[in-house]
């Protein structure tokens, strides 16, 4: 007590000079002593001055500085993910614009998900604290004044890979600008653009696994399978640091009721984040456990999972619901895990793959069963990743067949007689001129002459 208010006479010294001078002055002039005021001593003085309230600090509350990041967010994966968690890292609070339908269209395609979905799955991340609904892909004047005004933004965040306009221009660039832009590192190893490929690839795969299974009993023809399936395998590499930067760092309390849930978890969607919502809720700390590549592939297909453990991982991380992972959990929940984790309830949602369960296998849940701490939740989505995968496969045909139509719009425009397919991303077209001649061209850069407003991705024309 003594020394804040101690503290509290040089505070007014530095704030208050003038002040504090013309008071020692009129104390020297009367004469100021302990007999002076009865005994009053100069180690009281503080208290006094202290209630007079001139001294005390003005307490400045350091104003907390917001960041705006923002996205389409189809298909959503950790890359997104750990760009918004270095986003929040440059300041104290952190609000996503997820970019409209409407405005999706205009420049990159038709999404995958919905905005209802897209919405489900950004508000689930843990290093986020507001969500805008259908910004704008670029960032207008108008809207950058919003964001500043209304929504006290202090910097616009973007990745370090460019993003341009169908001009050829810089989305950001206004922020640059208003010297209102930071910038963050792009995580590499993933895109959406190659999750789309791996799905592609993972049908192609099963595809063709199908059309020879009559010769599957021929040596050498399961290691030519794990090859075919192997081949879409994302190449990205974990690490101890980034795993660190996704988890809660924290363990359950002494009396926590620890929820288990497992899955695969594979192209973590809008279904994964709200099942995991409802399981949080019935206890204090949320325990996922994330099969492994091998289970997965064995109880769903060759081609599965898209996502590899270690993705699958830090996406089940990120979500703000979870608190701890097991990195390849048992596909069984046995009695010493239960043990272990000191599990209170194991749940299990409604809504799964089809064929999750191999016939004649014994159930995985048992032994919680048998304990009586199993139960079955009632899964708010009915979203699964097969029918993400449908909805991908449909857009990629649905694609094909403007390519087409587009394809046969040049031919006409340009006089072309013959083209020649080079590849399975270009051609080469051989026009009726004075000197004719040959001329390769990709499959996108005909559609981007003919709708000049779609940016196309060369992963979708895989056939």
């Known amino acids: 007590m003594e020394y804040e208010s101690s503290s509290s006479i040089w505070d007014g010294v530095y704030y208050y000079p003038h002040l504090f001078g013309g008071l020692m002055l009129t104390a020297a002039l009367l ?64 609000v996503v ?18 905005m209802e979905e897209r919405l489900a799955l950004v508000s689930g991340l843990k290093w986020v604290d507001e969500v805008i609904a259908n910004a704008p892909y670029a960032i207008t004047e108008k809207f950058m004044n919003s964001l500043f005004n209304e929504h006290k933004i202090d910097y616009i965040i973007h990745g370090d890979d460019p993003c341009l306009l169908s001009d050829g221009t810089d989305a950001y660039a206004l922020a640059k600008k208003a010297g209102r832009y930071k910038q963050i590192k792009r995580t590499e190893g993933v895109s959406s653009t190659d999750i789309v490929g791996r799905i592609l690839s993972s049908l192609k795969d099963t595809k063709t696994c199908e059309n020879h299974d009559d010769s599957s009993s021929l040596p050498g023809n399961a290691l030519k399978g794990s090859q075919s399936t192997s081949a879409h395998m994302s190449q990205f590499l974990p690490t101890s640091r980034r795993i660190v930067q996704f988890s809660n760092g924290k363990g359950p309390g002494p009396n926590a009721r620890v929820v288990y849930i497992d899955g695969a978890f594979d192209l973590f969607h809008a279904g994964h984040v709200e099942i995991l919502r409802s399981a949080r809720q019935l206890g204090d700390f949320m325990l996922v456990g994330i099969h492994t590549d091998q289970v997965v592939s064995e109880h769903r297909g060759k081609g599965h999972p898209i996502m590899h453990l270690h993705e699958r991982s830090l996406s089940v991380l990120a979500c703000r619901y979870v608190d701890e992972v097991i990195i390849g959990a048992p596909w069984e929940v046995t009695k010493d895990m239960v043990t272990t984790f000191n599990i209170t309830l194991v749940v299990h949602g409604t809504v799964a793959e089809n064929n999750s369960l191999l016939a004649g296998e014994p159930d995985p849940y048992a032994v919680p069963k048998s304990m009586g701490i199993f139960q079955m939740l009632d899964s708010p989505k009915t979203i699964t990743t097969t029918s993400v995968a449908q909805r991908i496969v449909s857009n990629h045909e649905a694609y094909l067949v403007f390519l087409s139509f587009s394809l046969l719009l040049y031919l006409n425009e340009f006089n072309v007689i013959s083209v020649f397919l080079l590849d399975q991303h270009s051609i080469c077209a051989f026009h009726v001129e004075s000197q004719p001649f040959f001329e390769p061209l990709h499959f996108y850069e005909i559609a981007w002459k003919k709708t000049n407003q779609m940016a196309m991705s060369t992963a979708l024309f895989t056939h």
């Not at 960041?67 to 389409?72: E, I, K, R």
């Not at 614009?97 to 919905?114: C, F, M, Q, R, T």
């Open 31 to 94: 004469g100021l002593s302990t007999s002076y005021f009865g005994g009053l001593g100069f180690s009281s003085l503080p208290y006094m001055w202290s209630d007079l309230g001139i001294f005390h600090k003005k307490k400045c509350q350091k104003k907390r500085i917001r960041v705006y990041m923002d996205g389409c967010f189809d298909l959503m994966h950790y890359g997104h993910a750990n760009a918004l968690r270095q986003a929040k890292a440059l300041g104290d609070e952190l």
């Open 97 to 114: 614009g997820v970019v409209s339908d409407e405005e999706i269209v205009a420049n990159k395609g038709p999404p995958v998900l919905s």
